[in-house]
T-cell receptor, first 116, second 114 residues
């Protein structure tokens, strides 16, 4: 079946611009996660959704970052006034039920964001 | 707080020889530990997970990992490397009080020489 998909696969923008990154989770998965992977590093947790609500947004680096999941399926990560330090691969994952450790997170291929 | 340290940023082996990727963890709780693999331009894939059952965990593609509490280690092994094993490998621990939150190590790049 279809896995987690993310669009665009690559995004190049200029410093100060606004960007939106989209994630389509596996159908039926209620939990959705965003991670950020900087060059040479492992992914870092940003935010976790259970259904439509953000259950934990403690990983968002500052108030320029915001994410929504209005219908409990597709999610959009929004970054305002982008900075060069935001350049990274943004990963989305989904799992069948809410955040228990024994529910495997399935990852998408990521969106590579480059801020010039 | 939970953390993992991957002791090698790069490991190079010849095809057909054993693979050892090292990981040490730190956890205030009884940890849940995972190994993920990342092939170029593909999503992270779960190889195996430890969840306080058997200390020797078998995963996909012939990989295994052994949980050693006394050494706070969770090393990944495979008896015989294949060219298709070349990828980035991440050791991961879940945050005890927020078990959905995965904490990744910095990764080990495995190179397999023909």
């Amino acid at each position: 079946g279809a896995g987690v998909s993310q669009t665009p696969s690559n995004k190049v923008t200029e410093k100060g611009k606004y960007v939106e990154l989209r994630c389509d989770p596996i159908s039926g998965h209620t939990a959705l996660y965003w991670y950020r992977q900087s060059l040479g590093q492992g992914p870092e947790f940003l935010i976790y959704f259970q259904g439509t609500g953000a259950a934990d947004d403690s990983g968002l680096p500052n108030d320029r970052f915001f994410a929504v999941r209005p219908e409990g399926s597709v999610s959009t990560l929004k970054i305002q006034r982008t900075e060069r330090g935001d350049s990274a691969v943004y990963l989305c994952a989904s799992s069948l039920v809410s955040g228990a450790w024994n529910n495997e997170q399935f990852f998408g291929p990521g969106t590579r964001l480059t801020v010039l | 707080a939970q953390s993992v340290t991957q002791l090698d940023s790069h490991v190079s082996v010849s095809e057909g020889t054993p693979v050892l990727l090292r990981c040490n963890y730190s956890s205030s709780y009884s940890p849940s530990l995972f190994w993920y693999v990342q092939h170029p331009n593909k999503g992270l894939q779960l190889l195996l997970k430890y969840t306080s059952a058997a200390t020797l965990v078998k995963g996909i593609n012939g990989f295994e990992a052994e949980f050693k509490k006394s050494e706070t280690s969770f090393h990944l092994t495979k008896p015989s490397a294949h060219m298709s094993d070349a990828a980035e490998y991440f050791c991961v621990v879940s945050a005890g009080d927020s078990s959905y939150k995965l904490i990744f190590g910095s990764g080990t790049r495995l190179l397999v020489r023909p």
